[in-house]
């Protein structure tokens, strides 16, 4: 039984491929039977209402056909994680053929206890969301690294890593380029029934703190009593595992390390500090909230945030590597920059897949539809208070599913859901923490999600198994997050809502 179960486990790659076919399918289906929602929005100067139609593509149509064999390179080549990806494992590449990565976590988590290194690596990733989508391919292969060199499977790190990333989406103590776009949205909303209506970008501050924090002890807790145990005997290789004293060349291509970083770094901040002199010129200074200098379309910072990165983890490689001696050369930091490409043939196989998935998905509009005909609820039901409020989290966490964009979701739901929470008593600002609680809660189970396809592949990268890891495998490994956490949010939102405690500064749960 056991090897005709192996023989039917499908590789990720045909996962997607099968995927891919469904949806072209079930689009041609929808499209045959007019499946199609009306949208709303909110025009910026009447503050009046229009409306449009949004239906189905039909993907299994010779339009559809066309738009596959047309746009599937392009696609690939311009989708986000890939080219991330490859950029950012050059710079990974020099950290662990040097041998950066083994010493400094030694250093740093020899003596830590285990439960302490996950809980750091968790809250890490819960507040990583401040970087944007660039956090997936950071913190996935640096978590596997720690976890690596502390003697444990990586496999438990990257699992954990993605369940903070996706699980703390939407709970950010700091203010996001993604906040600041779904601010305006709520306040345009606002504006329909209060025209005076203000809202702060610190008006969230306290729950989304109290909300970090919780997650990540939570996340901690399942990651060592869940996850942990189903790998808890598969570490093959001892070599890797063994007890490190650092010798004195390491401690010195460390300093080294610390101060070509220091430095780099340095100057990289004055450059996002504005009104010094000569300083800020990394920022879009046409913009007047600090965090969109930062991360607007035309931020300098916003689109080399991958190269500073990159640039800063070649630093850390190549100044560890010239103090320790294991870089002498050029020809040694040149095989460092493709250290971590070797063997990536797969990945990149595995990307192709997602990318094709993701775009048909995003051709169909079948999400789109989807989350218009789930706000459309709050036009016929007449729910006030915590029904009023677990009924967005719960349309947040199911839209989520088929439309991962977070601003793409708000901008259909939130013309709809801000005034009927108005109409109830309940501000925007907690209409609009809710939604990112709720979305959070489902972000890692969908494949749908661009840089899901990060998470499995790493996990395929540093799995001993022979057969791969499947696709509803890794997200299975993600349920106990999803379920935990949603009861987590949802305690913390109506125990929020029932005393009546400030949300932030200036801002509230009640009107």
């Given at each position: 039984m056991t090897k005709v179960k192996e023989k039917m486990t499908l590789h990720p790659v045909m996962t997607f491929l099968i995927l891919t076919g469904v949806v072209m399918i079930i689009s041609g289906v929808l499209n045959l039977l007019e499946f199609e929602q009306v949208?709303?929005?909110?025009?910026?100067?009447?503050?009046?209402?229009?409306?449009?139609?949004?239906?189905?593509?039909?993907?299994?149509?010779?339009?559809?056909?066309?738009?596959?064999?047309?746009?599937?390179v392009s696609n690939f080549v311009n989708f986000a994680p890939l080219s991330s990806l490859i950029i950012i494992l050059i710079g990974f590449g020099v950290m662990e053929k040097s041998g950066f990565l083994k010493t400094a976590i030694t250093f740093l988590a020899k003596k830590m206890k285990k439960n302490t290194v996950t809980f750091i690596i968790v809250f890490l990733s819960v507040i990583a969301s401040l970087m944007g989508d660039i956090s997936y391919i950071v913190m996935i292969p640096l978590s596997a690294a720690v976890f690596k060199y502390g003697k444990r499977n990586p496999l438990i790190g990257i699992i954990a890593a993605f369940a903070g990333l996706t699980c703390g989406e939407g709970v950010s103590m700091i203010f996001t380029s993604v906040d600041s776009s779904?601010?305006?949205?709520?306040?345009?909303?606002?504006?329909?029934?209060?025209?005076?209506?203000?809202?702060?970008?610190?008006?969230?501050?306290?729950?989304?703190?109290?909300?970090?924090?919780?997650?990540?002890?939570?996340?901690?807790?399942?990651?060592?009593?869940v996850i942990a145990k189903k790998f808890?005997?598969?570490i093959d290789n001892e070599e890797e595992f063994e007890d490190k004293v650092l010798t004195r060349k390491e401690l010195r291509g460390l300093l080294f390390a610390i101060f070509g970083a220091s430095?780099?770094?340095?100057i990289i901040l004055y450059n996002i500090i504005p009104g010094l002199p000569f300083s800020g010129n990394l920022l879009d200074n046409t913009q007047i909230l600090y965090?969109?200098?930062?991360?607007?379309?035309?931020?300098?910072?916003?689109?080399?945030?991958?190269?500073?990165?990159?640039?800063?983890?070649?630093?850390?490689g190549l100044f560890y590597g010239l103090g320790s001696r294991t870089i002498k050369n050029n020809k040694d930091f040149v095989d460092a920059l493709g250290y971590s490409l070797d063997g990536i043939g797969k990945t990149l196989v595995l990307i192709l897949a997602a990318s094709l998935f993701v775009s048909v998905v995003k051709y169909s509009n079948i999400g789109t539809v989807i989350v218009a005909y789930l706000a459309s609820i709050f036009r016929v039901i007449n729910?006030?208070?915590?029904?009023?409020?677990?009924?967005?989290?719960?349309?947040?966490?199911?839209?989520?599913?088929?439309?991962p964009a977070s601003i793409s979701k708000w901008s259909i739901i939130s013309p709809i859901a801000i005034p009927v929470f108005m109409n109830a008593g309940i501000t925007p600002e907690f209409a609009q923490i809710i939604f990112r609680f709720g979305e959070s809660v489902t972000m890692g189970l969908t494949p749908v999600m661009a840089y899901f396809v990060i998470y499995l592949a790493f996990l395929n990268k540093n799995s001993?198994?022979?057969?791969p890891i499947g696709l509803f495998k890794a997200i299975k490994y993600q349920v106990p997050y999803a379920t935990i956490s949603a009861i987590v949010f949802l305690i913390l939102i109506v125990l929020w809502y029932i005393i009546g405690l400030p949300l932030g500064i200036n801002g509230g749960t009640v009107l």
């Open positions: 949208t709303y929005s909110v025009n910026q100067t009447t503050l009046e209402y229009t409306t449009d139609i949004v239906s189905v593509e039909n993907v299994f149509s010779l339009s559809g056909l066309k738009y596959i064999f047309s746009s599937t779904l601010l305006s949205q709520s306040l345009l909303s606002a504006r329909v029934i209060d025209l005076s209506y203000r809202m702060a970008s610190i008006s969230g501050i306290f729950i989304m703190g109290v909300a970090v924090l919780i997650l990540s002890f939570v996340i901690t807790w399942i990651t060592e009593n808890s005997n598969q430095v780099y770094f340095l965090v969109d200098k930062l991360f607007s379309y035309n931020s300098f910072f916003s689109n080399g945030f991958v190269f500073v990165v990159t640039i800063f983890f070649l630093i850390l729910f006030e208070g915590l029904p009023l409020i677990i009924l967005l989290f719960i349309i947040s966490a199911i839209a989520t599913l088929f439309l001993h198994e022979e057969k």
